[in-house]
């Protein structure tokens, strides 16, 4: 007879009572998962970890919240190892680019449905990234394969406009935050993303991000 397999056990850090509360209800409904403890302050998640040391940090950042590069800071320094999932209201935000630097698995936008919160839990466990609403295979070999499509295309061809709109794009600005500072309809900042992704060999915004940082695109810029 074969057992069940074990549970995943979680620690959600950080948000309001409400969210966090109404989070670890949302994951007590499936019975593959597990919370082992819940805490309001994502200080407090580097010692939550080392008590409990669970499969996967769920770290719910608040709009004001400290910023999850911080505690994965802390917790690389400690030598805790977990798996952190960070919940936020933006997937292209600075903040998010360096939490995938210092070994975030996992970004979901904090308004995604449950059915995307368990699939991104699923797919980090069994060790793969997750951005947004699907999942990657890695951020290192993404890298790789933009790298080798940069070295088919020595110079990009981005124009000194599509060069602004990709510095936008690193800052985390919406289309329409980008369309007000550059004085363009949101149409046409699409259309200049879509020529950015195409030149590069991107194929979303975290990816294009993490591109553009990894071979320092804008510096001097």
Not at 7 to 20: D, K, Q, T, W, Y
Not at 67 to 86: D, N, Y
């Amino acid at each position: 007879m074969t057992s069940e397999p074990n549970p995943v056990r979680l620690v959600i850090a950080g948000e309001p009572p409400i969210f966090r509360e109404g989070l670890r209800r949302l994951l007590e409904a499936e019975s593959k998962l597990l919370t082992v403890s819940a805490i309001g302050g994502e200080s407090a998640a580097v010692t939550l970890v080392g008590a409990h040391t669970p499969d996967i940090l769920l770290l719910a950042l608040s709009r004001f919240g400290r910023p999850a590069v911080e505690t994965l800071r802390e917790l690389a320094a400690s030598g805790t190892s977990v798996r952190t999932i960070v919940l936020t209201d933006s997937v292209d935000s600075p903040d998010i680019l360096g939490a995938l630097e210092l070994g975030a698995r996992g970004v979901v936008p904090r308004d995604s449905a449950p059915d995307v919160l368990f699939k991104s839990i699923q797919s980090v466990t069994a060790g793969h990234y997750w951005i947004g609403r699907e999942q990657i295979s890695g951020v290192r070999p993404s890298l790789r394969k933009l790298d080798a499509a940069r070295r088919q295309s020595k110079a990009f061809g981005l124009t000194r406009r599509e060069i602004d709109i990709l510095r936008a794009v690193v800052a985390g600005c919406t289309n329409k935050e980008i369309a007000e500072r550059s004085a363009i309809t949101e149409n046409t900042v699409k259309s200049h993303l879509t020529h950015i992704f195409n030149k590069s060999g991107a194929s979303n915004r975290v990816e294009l991000a993490l591109f553009a940082t990894h071979h320092r695109l804008l510096d001097g810029i």
